[in-house]
């Protein structure tokens, strides 16, 4: 089961800004344990968009930030784009598991 | 260019074995920690297990603990996933990914299919 809560969905017109929650636990975010954000669309390999909270690996685009509050962790998605309709999924370290747990997911769709 | 190739899946019983692996193109596959990731049928990503660089370290999700294995010969560039006594909750995609920056996977593979049925 997923440790991280995120909302099932989002939505917004294009040219819009989004942000997806992702609310932890004192094992895992509040821990101070680094958060990652991944773009997954169907049928395809997910991809890694945030690091450590606030990074973007070369060739992200800055449409995408992220951003961390206590035992939360958000991404926003500046200029909404008919591309970015995915399914986004947070991620950490989970000291209590000794394992990785990932979010609950959050579908974008742009209207 | 990263290159993460899985193969092996299939459908197979209840209780049924299986082994999963992928082929890593690239780069240094022998300095990357890997581990694996299963998505069910419209569910969401799920952590199975991770491997060290050598081999040597390895943890499992509580869900497949004593059930799988994980593995990796760095002469060959491939990481293996035995499955062993699969269940119906198996089912799903499993994909290979390679860890950086931390706790990041940074290159996936595109995913084999494991589907557990009679």
């Known amino acids: 089961q997923s440790v991280l809560t995120q909302p099932p969905s989002v939505s917004g017109a294009p040219g819009q800004r989004v942000a997806i929650s992702c609310t932890g636990t004192?094992?895992?975010?509040?821990?101070?344990?680094?958060v990652h954000w991944y773009q997954h669309l169907p049928g395809t390999a997910p991809k890694l968009l945030i690091f450590?909270?606030?990074n973007r690996p070369s060739g992200v685009s800055d449409r995408f930030s992220g951003s961390k509050s206590g035992t939360s962790a958000s991404l926003a998605i500046t200029g909404l784009q008919a591309a970015d309709e995915a399914d986004y999924y947070c991620?950490?370290?989970?000291?209590?598991?000794?394992?990785?747990?990932f979010g609950t997911g959050t579908k974008v769709t742009v209207l | 260019e990263v290159q993460l190739v899985e193969s092996g899946g299939g459908l197979v019983q209840p209780g049924g074995s299986l082994r999963l692996s992928c082929a890593a193109s690239g780069f240094s596959f022998r300095s990357y920690w890997m581990h694996w990731v299963r998505q069910a049928p419209g569910q969401g990503l799920v952590w199975v297990s991770r491997?060290?660089?050598?081999?040597?370290?390895?943890n499992y999700a509580d869900s497949v603990k004593g059930r799988f294995t994980i593995s990796r010969d760095n002469a060959k560039n491939t990481l293996y996933l035995q499955m062993n006594s699969l269940r119906a909750e198996d089912t799903a995609v499993y994909y290979c990914?390679?860890?950086?920056?931390?706790?990041?996977?940074?290159?996936w593979g595109q995913g084999t299919l494991v589907t557990v049925s009679s």
């Open positions: 991620q950490s370290y989970d000291s209590s598991l000794d394992g990785y747990v």
């Open positions: 491997i060290n660089i050598d081999g040597s370290t390895t």
């Open positions: 004192s094992s895992n975010i509040g821990a101070g344990l680094d």
């Open positions: 990914a390679r860890l950086n920056y931390g706790s990041a996977s940074d290159y």
């Open positions: 450590a909270y606030t």
